[in-house]
């Protein structure tokens, strides 16, 4: 059974900078693409970023391209997402997500395995 961890989130000021970390387990983790997700209440889940399994591939929403930088550590079995810049519209749930194929997609019908989500709150 994989399981997803996600941790790193918290309060941080506008202008700031959080690094969430999302470990999985349970199968071979560099056969699988993962992808970054946000959901902001009243809201639909959004799509932030993606990788391939490799990590040769990235992806990035308009919204995050430039502050946002996804990464993996295969060793670790671990994907980051270093976050920098940060503004309010950035508040939400971040759910980290794996995908059973080794290419990326924005959509969240393409992920499987999902964690449980932390919470970041950018204050104004």
């Known amino acids: 059974q994989v399981q997803l961890i996600e941790s790193g989130g918290g309060l941080v000021q506008a202008g700031g900078s959080l690094r969430l970390s999302c470990v999985a387990s349970?199968?071979?983790?560099?056969?699988?693409?993962m992808g970054w997700f946000r959901q902001a209440p009243g809201k639909e889940r959004e799509f932030v970023s993606a990788?391939?399994?490799?990590?040769?591939?990235?992806d990035y929403a308009d919204s995050v391209k430039g502050r946002f930088t996804i990464s993996r550590d295969n060793a670790k079995n671990t994907v980051y997402v270093q976050m920098n810049s940060l503004k309010s519209v950035d508040t939400a749930i971040y759910y980290c997500?794996?995908?059973?194929?080794?290419?990326?997609?924005?959509?969240?019908?393409?992920?499987?395995?999902w964690g449980q989500g932390t919470q970041v709150t950018v204050s104004s």
């Open positions: 997500a794996m995908r059973p194929v080794w290419a990326v997609t924005r959509s969240v019908a393409g992920y499987i395995y």
């Open positions: 990788i391939s399994g490799s990590g040769g591939t990235t």
């Open positions: 349970g199968r071979t983790f560099s056969d699988y693409a």
